[in-house]
């Protein structure tokens, strides 16, 4: 089946670094990603959708200068969170279409940031 | 606007026993409906989808849900709940009625005791 990873599954960084988050999808071809955040015991927010050659598109409330998204290939999305502070720690969720599957959406691990 | 609505943050079953979570949802178009599944520190798994097809949808795992469009409501259930069944459940909404992005309901923690 289609699996997406990401990586790293946990990182812990000091207030004022950037951190960069890898969204792959490993045996199929993504031309949409989008990327979640999750606060404990919450449900998703999506933060932006991720457009493979072409800039993202974020949704209303997120920062698109401290959170930047980069989907430079067919199966390959970033997310760096730029400047972080510690209330950017949180569980962020990517997740891939596979144009060739009905376009179902497929979900990553999740990446647990800790800002420090 | 699409939304979700799931009714029940916490429900508790015990071993062998009927599980309903509960979800309704709001659209514009006709939506496509997802039930995913996750478990402490990881990603969603999808357990089904209604896109517009047989009303009664089955699952992974023994989960089934069914779309009543006159009630706006797309339950999950499943006829014996077995402790592996413990997770968080969240309902979603396509927003433009296929496979695009996601709204999510707020989740429904689901426990099982022996």
């Known amino acids: 089946g289609a699996v997406v990873s990401q990586h790293p599954s946990r990182v812990i960084c000091k207030s004022g670094t950037s951190v960069k988050i890898e969204c792959r999808s490993l045996?199929?071809?993504?031309?949409?990603m989008f990327w979640y955040r999750q606060f404990p015991k919450q449900s998703l927010m999506l933060m932006a959708t991720s457009n493979e050659g072409s800039k993202a598109t974020y949704e209303q409330g997120v920062e698109k200068d401290k959170f930047l998204i980069n989907h430079a290939s067919l199966t390959l999305s970033t997310l760096t969170v730029t400047s972080a502070h510690p209330e950017d720690s949180s569980f962020y969720i990517c997740?891939?279409?596979?144009?060739?599957?009905?376009?179902?959406?497929?979900f990553g691990p999740g990446t647990r940031l800790t800002v420090t | 606007a699409q939304s979700v609505t799931q009714l029940g943050s916490h429900v508790s079953v015990s071993e062998g026993a009927l599980v309903l979570l509960r979800c309704n949802y709001s659209s514009s178009v006709p939506p496509y409906l997802f039930w995913y599944v996750q478990y402490p520190n990881q990603g969603l798994q999808l357990l089904l989808k209604y896109t517009s097809a047989a009303t009664l949808v089955k699952g992974i795992n023994g989960f089934e849900a069914e779309f009543k469009k006159s009630e706006t409501s797309f339950h999950l259930t499943k006829p014996s709940a077995h402790m592996s069944d413990a997770a968080e459940y969240f309902c979603a909404v396509s927003v433009s009625g296929g496979y695009n992005k996601l709204i999510f309901g707020a989740g429904t923690r689901l426990a099982v005791h022996p």
């Open positions: 045996d199929f071809q993504a031309t949409t």
């Open positions: 997740s891939a279409i596979d144009r060739d599957s009905s376009y179902e959406q497929y």
